[in-house]
């Protein structure tokens, strides 16, 4: 009786170091899709005010994986197909989204006041995070995660447009910066690349 328990502990201890391998194994083998930062750096913290009167600090998502995307609410396209593929992320981590916050920043803070931006970026998904200020507040962020931003003047009743950085930067659990997707990339491999990145 005894050499069977012996045994069953044994092979039961086989079995869960297998299933720990086989783990190791999985995350070693996946590559990125997007672009990876290794060794990550790092995310420069910032605090931010959002919708409704919060405040929005990245150090406080610490557990979180945060998606950062830069752009305006008068944006003819890149900001709109942006927010679009963060809806189809969301839905393709299913109960893992719980674990991701999709953050937009805007570069555009002549127009983009907190609650516009705020009423902009909830008609996509109420709990997409809209993130404004003043110029000074903003600048510092722009600057820590290299973004571009130029006005262009259109010259008409639509006064200008902003051309900006694209991108959108991935903040991992422990608060590092570790991938950027450039646009146009396909939603469900971001969505593929934060399932793995969820699973270190």
Known sequence: MFKRLILQLG?????GLLIVAGYAWLARSYTYQGSLIDPPVPAADFSLPAGEGTIFTLAEQRG???LLFFGYTHCPDVCPTTLYDFQK???????????VRFVFITVDPERDSVDALHQYVTTFDPEFIALSGDFAQLEAVWQAYGVFR???EVGDAGGYT?????????????GNLRLTFPFGMAAEAMADDLIHLLRE
Do not use: C, S, W
């Open 150 to 152: 130029q006005k262009q």
């Open 89 to 99: 992320i969301k839905a393709r981590l299913g109960e893992r989204a719980d674990d």
């Open 11 to 15: 092979i039961g201890l086989l079995i």
């Open 162 to 174: 902003m051309d900006h950085t694209a991108r959108i930067y991935v903040v991992d659990a422990q």
């Open 64 to 66: 979180k994986v945060v």
